[in-house]
């Protein structure tokens, strides 16, 4: 079982930026598969970007050209770096391990003026 913990919500306004972290539990954290997916009240868990263990990445159309994805592998970390967000962007963002089929606890954000 791997284990995910999510950090670097919380409350921005209109065209911020934040910061999402993903610790991993394990020693094989490179060959790990890992996704960022997002809910919003009232509507389905959607898939917001994914980064492959060598680095190739893939992102819905609605946070192209404002979110990157990358990954740590010495410091079993995944990142979602969130670039002029927009009170669409609010959700619970959670992280996901594609190998294991283990989800975060998720963190809150908050989009709003």
């Known amino acids: 079982q791997v284990q995910l913990v999510e950090s670097g919500g919380g409350l921005v306004q209109p065209g911020g930026s934040l910061r999402l972290s993903c610790a991993a539990s394990g020693s094989i954290f490179s060959i790990y598969y890992m996704g960022w997916y997002r809910q919003a009240p009232g509507k389905q868990r959607e898939l917001v970007a994914s980064?492959?263990?060598?680095?190739?990445?893939s992102y819905a159309d609605s946070v192209k050209g404002r979110f990157t994805i990358s990954r740590d592998n010495a410091k079993n970390t995944v990142y979602l770096q969130m670039n002029s967000l927009q009170p669409e962007d609010t959700a619970v963002y959670y992280c996901?391990?594609?190998?294991?089929?283990?989800w975060g606890q998720g963190t809150q954000v908050t989009v709003s003026s």
């Open positions: 980064i492959s263990r060598g680095g190739s990445t």
């Open positions: 996901y391990n594609y190998n294991s089929g283990s």
